[in-house]
């Protein structure tokens, strides 16, 4: 059960973070007028690609 644990919280963590990542970019584009880096677009869909393994991997 702690290992079942430790993953939700993983995932809870990680989900966290890419939507910390996102309102930042939101808000860039939206009130800023800023794009996002290529890089950074592409550095947060991996980490949601590597989440999605971890969660279907149930």
């Known amino acids: 059960m702690t290992e079942i644990r430790e993953k939700k919280e993983n995932v809870k963590r990680h989900l966290k973070e890419l939507r910390q990542k996102l309102k930042e970019m939101q808000i860039a584009v939206t009130e800023e007028l800023i794009l996002p880096q ?15 393994k971890v969660i279907e991997s149930k």
């Open 38 to 52: 290529p890089e950074e677009v592409k550095t947060l869909m991996y980490k949601m690609e590597q989440l999605l």
